[in-house]
């Protein structure tokens, strides 16, 4: 891409608030694999006999993770790096060509996949070694002498130093099960600290995924405490990121237990923005994080593609602003208008920049609403999830905590203007907490615990639609669908979005995956997101059945009482039938219209006190009564009223 | 909505209406005009060809009406200032000088009325139009108060089916609480004529201009026709497979959909036009009005990569590109036909997967706008069918999860279906909202928020992260003092709302609008300030702020929040240990680092600088890096190498900048960019300074980012743009 093309840029309109926060990295994610590959690495499990039981060597299983991973990323995560180191190998591979330096520089060091954006062929290679066993190069054949740890780290060093320079997230990914590599070697260990200290200065992160075995626990204090530093983040938090052993056991086979440690950390942490000011009242702000948890993943755009060279190739765009005589126009020409009646209204830059400024980034509660004042229809667009930060305000984190478990506790939601960048535009948002007070109550155990940003719409965002009415006749029908409703729940009665893919992107990157490595179009693929229909018919087909019938019989009274009404209702306004659980008056109907039998059954039912304040006025109006007080009056008067009169 | 509409405004230009009155700094024509404006510009905005308007100075100097011309009596001193048509900018220039106040004072504003139907009358004929007259007066000049003549006009105006809207400059209006003292017998007349006039017609308003002028800054909601997303069935199983499935027709429509502000174009000044109007104008500034600007079209070019081309890319025509989608790295291209099966194949679908009660529900799972079910219409089986779902989904207090597929090949949803049984609104329906896939949900870990995790793994329940007992309390009850349902009442004492939706409007989309508006017809005004109606959800309100005034108090008491100061942002730094408390600056320490080797350039100046006691040996670690930098762009084969110095750089910057040393930055960049633009470092470098070093934001050092700097941001600026 050449400089003054357009690429980054947005196209006009778009979403401003899409864009995360740029920040003058570019914010890109590499991860390199670094693999052990020593003999109790590649050791098989025992043969139990139990189909559950595990069958991968750790090695096995950490090249099927790497490999579910380089596919993960392709669709999530196009524009992110991926590597794999292996490491106690006895070949020795950098990179042959252009790295200048041969395999001879970090010998038992493996590049097998370089660092880079994973290419069609990187994934057969992986899945050839993974799923064949194909392991022609005998890559997987650990040294007979041990391998230098300090050897290793700056073999990492070096390819995020030359493949992934201005990353904004560089991390190394360690899968061992050995927790002492240089049990007696006191200077190998410190060089081996040095180099990690420089790979923490580099910026890259380490990740150490231990694996062990029964009866021997992964002791990081023999070494990997000197390896591994703290996300300076969590940090400052005041909590360190675990590190979490795999191991096979507790019915988790080792592949899984690895896969989930790792999917956890799939994605590196992008804060979309960070130490904003959250004003909880006059005086008193304290400072958070804000992060997108929720993303919608669209399949990539079409691209164009040149096909005259050598191989494929994609054409890089560049855009040429032109005016109307086409001469090319450099961007200092150009200004931003508006389109009004026809012509052009123009705003010097600092009036566009006025308009614009709503006072400044931050998050200010305006006053708190129970979580049930938020109309069910409420909603415009993902929120956001916020967390504390003391890089602002020291304590932050306390009273983040504090407002947080009242919120969950009371059932409440903070009311807020929020913008979350300079010029950004402003919303209004309700801040709802997730996770749980108890220890394993969380409904959403895939989500993170804290507060999420909910977008309010705005007046502007309500449509109006005019639906009639409808009636509400049939008592049965829904005591009837009330039997189907509640056997047909979803697995532990809650929508986990984890339990189901999107269809339209999986197949997506399934054809074009059989495309890129010229397999076979694949015919078909699990859609879960079809309804258990053969089970629905099973559990709950007779209610079906009956409810089916029975509503084509009040269909039926419908269609025959609407007639008759017809004939009878030219001159009378039309009197709907009295809904079950509602007040048989509308605001439409007047509450003055109320018969006298209608208000006798709702003062039975005690949902008189349901009535708006207008409408009860238009009662009492009705029946000559006055129509001064609270509503607490009102409904006595009217009660009163009742009991006396009716 | 979007039906036809002719408006006439008939504004009285009589020579009173040039004068101010009770204590306004500006005439009753400029206030008036501050309405009449802002409806016009307005229905510009809307540039909709069936929207028209004409407009008939009352009281000009010169009498040009149509009544007239005919010889009728009593039509002096009116003009048809523009006839009823669409009302573009050009138009709208036109009229605008013509509108001012005028010598004459005789002009019988009936009479202006009826000038007003006959051109109504004219323009709509016998169609389908929505009529409009609108007349703005102070009510100074002489009216016929005939009753005769008043109950013509109005048979006339209710015969055309004409909605009359008067609105009067101090006119007494009771209701809204605006009485004006002293006012003349005349103007007390003619007030009580027009007030007739209105009361006479079927369809009339009568209003005082400040009530019409106060109400413009509250924003209008541009209305939008329902829009049918979605006409088909909903259904429960499969009813092509199983007999027993059910199956509804139902219609969606969208509920919300977030309205967006309107949006710039890139324009540029017209070559032609542009010249001449630049030598006329030596500021250059241009002015307002849209012919001297035209849109800026935009021209992809197409390269690829080929090392024998000149800079290594090659200019590729359009046509010979095919299309394809990226698989990582690798290109894969498909031919049109192809194309296709990439695509999920869908058909139009709507069908409940199942259920789950409301509890196991949070809201902040929502991907975007709600949708809006109702049952098809006329369909009885349907509506009774849906209610009963409704109803027992209302009772079971559950929701329906479903896969919705608008139309064939559309992408699959997942919706989460919420029912509404109407006993708050009039309408039973289903409101639905779309539910995250799998791939939508990224697994980001966080600490918990009420507990501590030592790093040996033991539990902490008392931190100086976690919330006191008194703390608890505090927050518990500010939270509670600042509720905003109840704390405000309306009239009649019942508690109202505070912020209810349909009152808080989009400030971008009204503040925007307005300043458009504002600007279209004062081209060389200012735009002001936002109307406070706009900001007015951005503070707590203060009745609040004030009864919680303790609970605030004690919350702040209790948090003991110390803020961070500027200075110590970023720049304080702490020995960084690995998880043992390792001291690796010791190891270091003992061969220190002082000569710094290109591959492993960042760690080994990191380090230099943190080991270093004097200034001599940070700037010899800086000139190193300088070094290292330039060389590699040097020895860069096109841009391989660019990345790597970029990032060399930036962390020369942050380095400089925590040790308060700018100006060797700034030194280093000047001299870098001399080199990179004159070719100095073997060939065209000029992708580095602009893609990198000014698109990755590593200029030069401003006073804002350090004091040390003498650099002003529009310094650093300037730097930059040539």
Same mark, same amino acid.
């Given at each position: 891409?050449?400089?003054?093309?357009d +690429? *980054?840029? =947005?196209?006009?309109? !778009?979403d401003?608030? @899409?864009?995360?926060e740029? %920040?003058?990295?570019t914010?890109?994610?590499?991860?390199?694999?670094?693999?052990?590959?020593s003999?109790?690495?590649?050791?098989?499990?025992?043969?139990?006999?139990?189909?559950?039981?595990?069958?991968?060597?750790?090695v096995?299983?950490a090249?099927?993770?790497?490999?579910?991973?380089?596919?993960?990323?392709?669709?999530?995560?196009p524009?992110?790096?991926?590597?794999i180191?292996?490491?106690?190998?006895?070949?020795?591979?950098?990179?042959?060509?252009?790295?200048?330096?041969s395999?001879?520089?970090?010998?038992h060091?493996?590049?097998?996949?370089?660092?880079?954006?994973?290419?069609? +062929? *990187?994934v =057969?290679?992986?899945r !050839?070694?993974?799923? @064949?066993?194909?392991?022609? %190069?005998?890559?997987l054949?650990?040294?007979?002498?041990?391998?230098?740890?300090?050897?290793?780290?700056?073999?990492?060093?070096?390819i995020?130093?030359?493949?992934?320079?201005?990353?904004?997230?560089?991390?190394?990914?360690?899968?061992?099960?050995?927790?002492?590599?240089?049990?007696?070697?006191?200077?190998a260990?410190?060089?081996?600290?040095?180099?990690a200290?420089?790979?923490?200065?580099?910026?890259?992160?380490?990740?150490?995924?231990?694996?062990?075995?029964?009866?021997?626990?992964?002791?990081?204090a023999?070494?990997?405490?000197d390896?591994?530093?703290?996300d300076?983040?969590? +940090?400052?938090?005041g909590a360190?990121? !675990?590190?979490?052993?795999s191991?096979?056991?507790?019915?988790l086979?080792?592949?899984?237990?690895?896969?989930?440690?790792?999917?956890?950390?799939?994605?590196?942490?992008?804060?979309?923005?960070?130490?904003?000011?959250?004003?909880?009242?006059?005086?008193?702000?304290?400072?958070?994080?804000?992060?997108?948890?929720?993303?919608?993943?669209?399949?990539?755009?079409?691209?164009?593609?040149?096909?005259?060279?050598?191989?494929?190739?994609?054409a890089?765009?560049e855009?040429?602003?032109?005016?109307?005589?086409?001469?090319?126009?450099?961007?200092?020409?150009?200004?931003?208008?508006?389109?009004?009646?026809g012509?052009?209204?123009?705003?010097? +830059?600092?009036?566009v920049k006025s308009?614009?400024?709503f006072g400044?980034?931050?998050?200010?509660?305006?006053?708190f609403?129970?979580?049930?004042?938020?109309?069910m229809?409420?909603?415009?667009k993902?929120?956001?999830f916020?967390?504390?930060s003391?890089?602002?305000?020291?304590?932050?984190?306390?009273?983040?905590?504090?407002?947080?478990?009242?919120?969950?506790?009371?059932?409440?939601?903070?009311?807020?203007?929020?913008?979350?960048?300079?010029?950004a535009?402003?919303?209004?948002?309700?801040?709802?907490?997730?996770?749980?007070?108890?220890?394993?109550?969380s409904?959403t155990?895939?989500?993170p615990?804290?507060?999420?940003?909910?977008?309010?719409?705005?007046?502007?965002?309500?449509?109006?639609?005019?639906?009639?009415?409808?009636?509400?006749?049939?008592?049965?029908?829904?005591d009837?669908?009330?039997?189907?409703?509640?056997?047909?729940q979803?697995?532990?009665?809650?929508?986990?979005?984890?339990?189901?893919?999107?269809?339209?992107?999986?197949?997506?990157?399934?054809?074009?995956q059989?495309?890129?490595?010229?397999?076979?179009t694949?015919?078909d693929?699990?859609?879960?997101?079809?309804?258990?229909?053969?089970?629905?018919?099973?559990?709950?087909?007779?209610?079906?059945?009956?409810?089916?019938e029975?509503?084509?019989?009040?269909?039926?009274?419908?269609?025959?009482?609407?007639?008759?009404k017809?004939?009878?209702?030219?001159d009378?306004?039309?009197?709907?039938?009295?809904?079950?659980?509602?007040?048989?008056?509308?605001?439409?109907?007047?509450?003055g219209?109320?018969?006298?039998?209608?208000?006798k059954?709702?003062?039975?039912?005690n949902?008189l006190?349901k009535?708006?304040?207008?409408?009860?006025?238009?009662?009492?109006?009705?029946?000559?009564?006055?129509?001064?007080?609270?509503?607490?009056?009102?409904?006595?008067?009217?009660?009163?009223w009742?009991?006396?009169?009716v | 909505?979007?039906?036809?509409e002719a408006?006439?405004?008939?504004?009285?230009?009589?020579?009173?209406?040039?004068?101010?009155?009770?204590?306004?700094?500006?005439?009753?024509?400029?206030?008036?005009m501050?309405?009449?404006?802002?409806?016009?510009?307005?229905t510009v905005?809307a540039?909709?060809k069936?929207w028209?308007?004409?407009?008939?100075?009352?009281?000009?100097?010169?009498?040009?009406?149509?009544?007239?011309?005919?010889g009728?009596e009593?039509?002096?001193?009116?003009?048809?200032?523009?006839e009823?048509?669409?009302?573009?900018?050009t138009?709208?220039?036109?009229?605008?000088?013509?509108?001012?106040?005028?010598?004459?004072?005789?002009?019988?504003?009936?009479s202006?009325?009826?000038?007003?139907i006959?051109?109504?009358?004219?323009?709509?004929?016998?169609l389908?139009?929505?009529?409009?007259?609108?007349?703005?007066?102070?009510g100074?000049s002489?009216?016929?108060d005939?009753?005769d003549?008043?109950?013509?006009?109005?048979?006339k105006?209710?015969?055309?089916?004409?909605?009359?809207?008067?609105?009067?400059?101090?006119?007494?209006?009771?209701?809204?609480?605006?009485?004006?003292e002293?006012?003349?017998?005349?103007?007390?007349?003619?007030e009580?004529?027009?007030?007739?006039?209105?009361?006479?017609?079927?369809?009339?308003?009568?209003?005082?201009?400040?009530?019409?002028?106060?109400?413009?800054?509250?924003?209008?909601?541009?209305?939008?026709?329902?829009?049918?997303?979605?006409?088909?069935?909903?259904?429960?199983?499969?009813?092509?497979?199983?007999?027993?499935?059910?199956?509804?027709?139902?219609?969606?429509?969208?509920k919300?959909?977030?309205?967006?502000?309107?949006?710039?174009?890139?324009?540029?000044?017209?070559?032609?036009?542009?010249?001449?109007?630049?030598?006329?104008?030596?500021?250059g500034?241009?002015?307002?009005?849209?012919?001297?600007?035209?849109?800026v079209?935009?021209?992809?070019?197409?390269?690829?990569?080929?090392?024998?081309?000149p800079g290594?890319?090659?200019?590729?025509?359009?046509?010979?590109?095919?299309?394809?989608?990226?698989y990582g790295?690798?290109v894969?291209?498909f031919?049109?036909?192809?194309m296709?099966?990439?695509?999920?194949e869908?058909?139009k679908?709507?069908?409940?997967?199942?259920?789950?009660?409301?509890?196991?529900?949070?809201?902040?799972?929502?991907?975007?706008e709600?949708?809006?079910?109702?049952?098809?219409?006329f369909?009885?089986?349907?509506?009774?069918?849906?209610?009963?779902?409704?109803?027992?989904?209302?009772?079971?207090e559950?929701?329906a999860?479903?896969?919705?597929?608008?139309?064939?090949?559309?992408?699959?949803?997942?919706?989460?279906?919420?029912?509404?049984?109407g006993?708050?609104?009039?309408y039973?329906?289903?409101?639905?909202?779309?539910?995250?896939?799998?791939?939508?949900?990224r697994?980001?870990q966080?600490?918990?928020?009420?507990?501590?995790?030592?790093?040996?793994?033991n539990?902490?329940?008392?931190?100086?992260?976690?919330?006191?007992?008194?703390?608890k309390?505090?927050m518990?009850d500010?939270?509670?003092?600042?509720?905003?349902?109840?704390?405000?009442?309306d009239?009649?004492g019942?508690?109202?709302?505070y912020?209810p939706?349909d009152?808080?409007?989009?400030?971008?989309i009204?503040?925007?609008?307005?300043?458009?508006?504002?600007?279209?017809?004062?081209?060389?005004?200012?735009?002001?300030?936002?109307?406070?109606?706009?900001?007015?959800?951005?503070?707590p309100p203060?009745?609040?702020?004030?009864?919680?005034?303790?609970?605030?108090?004690?919350?702040?008491?209790?948090?003991e929040?110390?803020?961070?100061?500027?200075?110590?942002?970023?720049?304080?730094?702490?020995?960084?240990?690995?998880?043992?408390?390792?001291?690796?600056?010791?190891?270091?320490?003992?061969?220190?680092?002082?000569v710094?080797s290109?591959?492993?350039?960042?760690?080994?100046?990191?380090?230099?600088?943190?080991?270093?006691?004097d200034?001599?040996?940070v700037?010899?670690?800086?000139k190193?890096?300088?070094?290292?930098?330039?060389k590699?762009?040097?020895n860069?084969?096109?841009?391989?190498?660019?990345?790597?110095?970029?990032e060399?750089?930036?962390?020369?910057?942050?380095?400089l900048i925590?040790?308060?040393?700018?100006?060797?930055?700034?030194k280093f960049?000047?001299?870098?960019?001399?080199?990179?633009?004159?070719?100095?470092l073997?060939?065209?470098?000029?992708?580095?300074?602009?893609?990198?070093?000014?698109?990755g934001?590593?200029?030069?050092?401003?006073?804002?980012?350090?004091?040390?700097?003498?650099?002003?941001?529009?310094?650093?600026?300037?730097?930059?743009?040539k």
């Amino acid at each position: 891409m050449a400089w003054g093309g357009d +690429e *980054d840029q =947005r196209p006009e309109g !778009e979403d401003e608030d @899409e864009i995360d926060e740029t %920040d003058y990295k570019t914010q890109k994610d590499a991860v390199l694999f670094a693999i052990d590959i020593s003999s109790s690495m590649l050791l098989a499990p025992d043969d139990t006999g139990n189909k559950k039981a595990d069958k991968d060597s750790a090695v096995t299983a950490a090249l099927k993770c790497a490999y579910q991973f380089m596919q993960q990323r392709i669709i999530a995560q196009p524009k992110d790096m991926m590597g794999i180191l292996l490491f106690g190998t006895e070949k020795s591979r950098f990179r042959d060509e252009t790295g200048g330096r041969s395999g001879t520089g970090y010998p038992h060091c493996y590049l097998f996949t370089e660092l880079d954006i994973p290419a069609a +062929e *990187d994934v =057969r290679k992986l899945r !050839e070694l993974v799923e @064949e066993g194909e392991d022609a %190069d005998e890559v997987l054949v650990p040294s007979k002498e041990p391998v230098i740890m300090s050897n290793v780290l700056f073999c990492a060093n070096q390819i995020f130093t030359t493949n992934a320079a201005n990353f904004g997230s560089r991390r190394l990914f360690i899968i061992t099960d050995n927790d002492d590599p240089h049990k007696n070697d006191k200077a190998a260990k410190s060089s081996a600290a040095v180099r990690a200290k420089d790979l923490y200065d580099l910026g890259v992160v380490i990740e150490l995924f231990p694996v062990s075995r029964a009866g021997k626990a992964f002791d990081l204090a023999k070494f990997y405490d000197d390896i591994v530093y703290r996300d300076p983040a969590a +940090e400052a938090a005041g909590a360190a990121d !675990e590190v979490k052993t795999s191991k096979s056991g507790d019915g988790l086979t080792l592949l899984n237990s690895l896969i989930s440690n790792i999917n956890s950390k799939q994605t590196p942490k992008r804060s979309y923005f960070s130490n904003l000011p959250f004003e909880l009242a006059p005086g008193l702000t304290i400072s958070i994080k804000g992060y997108m948890p929720l993303h919608r993943q669209a399949p990539a755009r079409t691209c164009y593609v040149y096909l005259g060279g050598e191989q494929a190739q994609l054409a890089q765009s560049e855009t040429v602003k032109m005016d109307s005589e086409t001469r090319t126009v450099e961007k200092s020409e150009t200004k931003k208008a508006y389109k009004f009646g026809g012509e052009y209204i123009k705003f010097e +830059e600092k009036e566009v920049k006025s308009l614009k400024d709503f006072g400044g980034r931050v998050l200010r509660i305006i006053g708190f609403k129970s979580q049930s004042r938020i109309p069910m229809w409420a909603s415009v667009k993902k929120s956001t999830f916020i967390f504390p930060s003391e890089e602002g305000y020291v304590g932050s984190t306390r009273v983040f905590s504090a407002l947080w478990q009242k919120l969950l506790k009371s059932k409440k939601v903070g009311i807020a203007w929020f913008v979350a960048r300079t010029n950004a535009n402003p919303v209004m948002v309700a801040i709802m907490p997730s996770g749980s007070l108890s220890e394993d109550g969380s409904d959403t155990p895939y989500l993170p615990a804290g507060l999420w940003l909910y977008p309010l719409p705005f007046a502007d965002d309500v449509r109006t639609v005019d639906i009639a009415a409808k009636p509400r006749t049939a008592d049965e029908l829904a005591d009837k669908m009330r039997e189907i409703v509640a056997n047909l729940q979803l697995p532990k009665a809650v929508y986990n979005p984890l339990k189901y893919p999107n269809p339209s992107l999986q197949w997506h990157y399934k054809i074009l995956q059989a495309s890129a490595l010229e397999e076979e179009t694949p015919q078909d693929h699990e859609d879960l997101t079809i309804p258990k229909y053969r089970q629905i018919d099973k559990r709950v087909g007779g209610a079906l059945a009956e409810w089916k019938e029975e509503l084509e019989q009040k269909a039926h009274e419908l269609v025959q009482s609407r007639a008759v009404k017809r004939e009878m209702d030219i001159d009378e306004d039309e009197e709907r039938p009295a809904k079950r659980s509602k007040p048989a008056a509308k605001k439409a109907a007047g509450g003055g219209q109320m018969s006298n039998a209608q208000l006798k059954a709702a003062f039975e039912k005690n949902t008189l006190k349901k009535l708006t304040v207008a409408e009860l006025k238009d009662v009492l109006a009705s029946k000559g009564l006055s129509t001064v007080g609270k509503k607490a009056d009102l409904l006595e008067k009217l009660e009163q009223w009742i009991e006396e009169n009716v | 909505m979007a039906d036809k509409e002719a408006t006439v405004y008939v504004v009285d230009l009589g020579a009173s209406m040039g004068d101010c009155h009770n204590g306004r700094d500006e005439s009753d024509l400029d206030f008036g005009m501050r309405y009449v404006w802002d409806k016009i510009s307005t229905t510009v905005a809307a540039s909709r060809k069936t929207w028209t308007l004409g407009f008939v100075g009352l009281n000009t100097d010169e009498t040009n009406n149509t009544q007239d011309e005919e010889g009728l009596e009593g039509y002096h001193n009116i003009s048809t200032l523009q006839e009823i048509g669409p009302m573009t900018m050009t138009e709208l220039r036109e009229l605008h000088p013509k509108v001012k106040p005028c010598e004459a004072y005789s002009g019988d504003a009936l009479s202006a009325i009826v000038v007003a139907i006959t051109m109504i009358e004219e323009f709509t004929k016998k169609l389908k139009f929505k009529r409009r007259i609108i007349l703005v007066t102070n009510g100074e000049s002489p009216i016929d108060d005939e009753d005769d003549s008043i109950t013509d006009v109005a048979e006339k105006l209710n015969e055309h089916n004409i909605e009359l809207v008067i609105i009067g400059v101090d006119f007494d209006d009771p209701e809204y609480g605006f009485k004006e003292e002293d006012k003349s017998r005349a103007k007390r007349q003619n007030e009580e004529t027009l007030r007739k006039l209105v009361e006479a017609c079927e369809n009339g308003v009568f209003g005082t201009m400040q009530q019409a002028v106060e109400e413009l800054s509250i924003p209008r909601i541009k209305p939008v026709r329902p829009f049918k997303a979605y006409d088909g069935p909903l259904t429960l199983g499969d009813p092509n497979k199983y007999e027993s499935a059910i199956s509804i027709n139902v219609e969606r429509y969208f509920k919300t959909k977030r309205a967006t502000p309107p949006s710039a174009t890139t324009v540029v000044v017209n070559p032609d036009r542009g010249y001449t109007q630049s030598q006329a104008f030596d500021d250059g500034d241009v002015e307002m009005g849209g012919t001297e600007f035209s849109n800026v079209k935009h021209m992809r070019k197409y390269k690829v990569n080929d090392p024998s081309a000149p800079g290594g890319k090659l200019d590729v025509p359009y046509e010979e590109l095919a299309k394809g989608y990226l698989y990582g790295r690798t290109v894969v291209p498909f031919s049109d036909s192809d194309m296709a099966i990439t695509k999920y194949e869908t058909t139009k679908s709507f069908t409940i997967i199942g259920f789950i009660p409301f509890d196991s529900y949070s809201p902040f799972l929502n991907m975007g706008e709600t949708g809006l079910i109702a049952a098809k219409k006329f369909d009885e089986k349907s509506e009774i069918g849906l209610s009963a779902l409704i109803h027992a989904l209302h009772e079971l207090e559950s929701y329906a999860v479903a896969r919705y597929v608008q139309k064939d090949g559309a992408q699959v949803q997942i919706l989460l279906l919420k029912p509404n049984p109407g006993i708050e609104d009039e309408y039973e329906c289903l409101y639905d909202v779309p539910l995250p896939f799998a791939e939508d949900v990224r697994s980001y870990q966080f600490p918990p928020l009420d507990k501590v995790l030592t790093v040996s793994g033991n539990v902490l329940k008392e931190h100086r992260l976690l919330p006191n007992q008194d703390l608890k309390e505090a927050m518990s009850d500010f939270v509670d003092a600042m509720d905003l349902s109840g704390f405000d009442v309306d009239e009649d004492g019942n508690p109202v709302d505070y912020a209810p939706i349909d009152e808080v409007y989009n400030p971008v989309i009204h503040r925007l609008n307005q300043a458009i508006r504002t600007r279209a017809v004062h081209p060389d005004g200012e735009i002001g300030p936002p109307p406070e109606i706009l900001l007015r959800f951005s503070k707590p309100p203060e009745k609040l702020i004030k009864k919680a005034r303790p609970d605030i108090e004690a919350l702040i008491d209790a948090a003991e929040l110390k803020k961070v100061p500027e200075k110590a942002k970023g720049r304080f730094k702490e020995a960084v240990k690995p998880l043992s408390g390792l001291d690796i600056d010791a190891i270091l320490g003992q061969k220190k680092r002082t000569v710094i080797s290109p591959e492993n350039a960042i760690p080994e100046f990191k380090q230099a600088l943190a080991t270093a006691e004097d200034d001599e040996t940070v700037e010899k670690a800086v000139k190193q890096m300088g070094e290292i930098i330039r060389k590699l762009i040097t020895n860069s084969f096109a841009d391989v190498f660019y990345p790597r110095a970029a990032e060399n750089l930036r962390v020369l910057r942050e380095e400089l900048i925590g040790l308060d040393l700018p100006l060797l930055y700034n030194k280093f960049l000047r001299a870098l960019k001399k080199s990179l633009l004159s070719g100095e470092l073997n060939g065209d470098r000029r992708e580095m300074w602009f893609k990198y070093i000014i698109g990755g934001q590593l200029g030069l050092v401003t006073k804002e980012e350090s004091e040390m700097s003498d650099v002003t941001e529009e310094d650093a600026k300037a730097f930059v743009k040539k």
